[in-house]
């Protein structure tokens, strides 16, 4: 079984910053790319960024220039650094991992989630 825990969330005033980490434990192989989504009251679960073994990133458009993500493939962990909050990166934050748990096999893995909460 592979769990992924979530830290870091809180309350921060615009403008403000925050870091989320997240750990994978358990039993697997390795780690393929790992994500942070988030989802606000009322909307759809987005991607806020990802990040493939190899460090290549995807940042959604909204984010872009304001979080960085980065990850240790030791430690399995990955790390979410946010700056410039916005009231409207108010959020529940989710850690996401697709997960090779077997040599023939991979699973996907969400988190728990860490509340974000950015007041104006």
């Known amino acids: 079984q592979v769990q992924l825990v979530e830290s870091g969330g809180g309350l921060v005033q615009a403008g403000g910053s925050l870091t989320l980490s997240c750990a994978a434990s358990g039993s697997f192989f390795s780690l393929n790319t790992m994500g942070w989504y988030r989802q606000a009251p009322g909307k759809q679960r987005e991607l806020v960024v990802s990040?493939?073994?190899?460090?290549?990133?995807n940042y959604a458009d909204s984010v872009k220039g304001r979080f960085t993500i980065s990850r240790d493939n030791a430690k399995n962990t990955v790390t979410l650094q946010m700056n410039s909050l916005k009231p409207e990166d108010t959020a529940v934050y989710y850690c996401?991992?697709?997960?090779?748990?077997?040599?023939?096999?991979?699973?996907?893995?969400w988190g728990q989630g860490t509340q974000v909460t950015v007041s104006s």
């Open positions: 996401n991992a697709d997960v090779r748990v077997s040599v023939w096999a991979h699973n996907n893995y």
């Open positions: 990040i493939t073994s190899g460090g290549s990133t």
